[in-house]
């Protein structure tokens, strides 16, 4: 699935259950792996620790109720993976 959407659209969906985390990410990595020889982009990838994180996430939303889900930020753990990120990097995400 090529992402025609923004990422909101994408959140949406989860917090909907229309799609799971996983699959998301499993489409993420699917196109990542098309398009890596066209646009020489990667040199560094993590798409094993990306599908663990997803299935967490997952596992995670499974126990909310519908009000509960509804209530989530958009990109509720994306600050979570820039800081892990940029600690791996040894940069400091606090700036």
């Not at 509960?68 to 509720?76: A, I, N, S, T, V």
Request: a positive charge.
């Amino acid at each position: 699935m090529l992402f025609t959407e923004d990422a909101t659209y994408y959140a949406d969906l989860v917090k909907n259950k229309k799609i799971s985390c996983l699959k998301l990410v499993e489409y993420a990595i699917d196109n990542a792996i098309k398009l890596q020889p066209i646009l020489n982009c990667m040199t560094i990838t993590w798409f094993d620790k990306a599908l663990c994180q997803a299935k967490k996430m997952d596992r995670q939303l499974q126990y909310l109720t519908e009000d509960e889900r509804q209530k989530l930020p958009p990109f509720l753990w994306r600050s979570y993976f820039i800081k892990r990120f940029d600690r791996i990097l040894g940069r400091d995400s606090n700036v």
